[in-house]
């Protein structure tokens, strides 16, 4: 059974920088893909970034510039660099792991960004 375990999340004020991190059970390479989702209260859960097995990313407009998603083979995470935020990232932040037609999910970190 594969396991997502977020952390990283916290409150900080506009403009600030916060660092989440996704550690996998199993080597995060043997994912097809990877990624970042938030889900702010009342809205439906969107794609913040993604990142393939091969390296290539992908991001959502409104975080182009501002965050990086990256990988850690090392300590075996996805992470996700979040800089210049803004009250509308406010939600809580989901990792998800692509194996085949199976979808993994971690069960969250909440990100708080105060005006």
């Known amino acids: 059974q594969v396991q997502l375990v977020e952390s990283g999340g916290g409150l900080v004020q506009t403009g600030a920088s916060l660092n989440v991190s996704c550690a996998a059970s199993g080597s995060i390479f043997s994912f097809k893909a990877m990624g970042w989702y938030r889900q702010a209260p009342g809205k439906q859960r969107e794609l913040v970034a993604g990142?393939?097995?091969?390296?290539?990313?992908n991001y959502a407009d409104s975080v182009k510039g501002r965050f990086t998603i990256s990988r850690d083979a090392v300590k075996n995470t996805v992470n996700l660099q979040m800089n210049s935020l803004k009250p509308e990232d406010t939600a809580v932040y989901y990792c998800k792991a692509e194996r085949g037609w199976t979808y993994y999910w971690g069960q969250g970190t909440q990100v708080t960004v105060s005006s």
């Open positions: 990142i393939t097995n091969a390296g290539s990313t």
